[in-house]
C-alpha cells in the first residue's frame, strides 16, 4: 500500500509563503501524475493544482492560479506546492495524490493515492 505524506504546513498571516512537500518513502511515481486538493472547513475538498508526470504539463484552479506553483523532482518522487501571498481563503487542509495516468487530472476521482493532509492556517 502507498503511504504520501504531506509536510510544510503551518499557520500564517496573510501575504506569506508556505512550501507544502509530499513524498512517498520507497516509491518513485515515475508515470504518474500528482496533485494538490485542499479541504476548507465545511466545504468540500477541491482541486487546487496538478502536474504531469514528466513535470511539463501544469493545472490550476482559478482561485490560485498566479499564485500557487506546483512542481516535482526530477526523480519525480516528491511534489512540492509553493504557495504565495496566501489568503484566509486559503485555510484548509491540503492533501496530495497520485493519479492513475501520466496527465494531470482535475477530478479527485482520478486519484488512487492520497495523503492524510496537512493544514495550513492563514490570518488576517
Known amino acids: 500500500q502507498v503511504q504520501l505524506a504531506e509536510s510544510g504546513g503551518g499557520l500564517v498571516q496573510a501575504g506569506a509563503s508556505l512550501t507544502l512537500s509530499c513524498a512517498a518513502p520507497g516509491r518513485t511515481f515515475e508515470f504518474n501524475a500528482m496533485g494538490w486538493f485542499r479541504q476548507a472547513p465545511g466545504k468540500e475538498r477541491e482541486f487546487v493544482a496538478a502536474i504531469s508526470w514528466t513535470g511539463a504539463r501544469t493545472v490550476y484552479a482559478d482561485s490560485v492560479k498566479g499564485r500557487f506553483t506546483i512542481s516535482r523532482e526530477s526523480d519525480r518522487d516528491t511534489v512540492y506546492l509553493q504557495m504565495n501571498n496566501v489568503k484566509p481563503e486559503d485555510t484548509a487542509i491540503y492533501y496530495c495524490?497520485?493519479?492513475?495516468?501520466?496527465?494531470?487530472?482535475?477530478?479527485?476521482?482520478?486519484?488512487?493515492?492520497w495523503g492524510q493532509g496537512t493544514q495550513v492556517t492563514v490570518s488576517s
Open positions: 495524490a497520485v493519479a492513475g495516468g501520466p496527465m494531470p487530472p482535475i477530478s479527485q476521482n482520478e486519484y488512487g493515492y
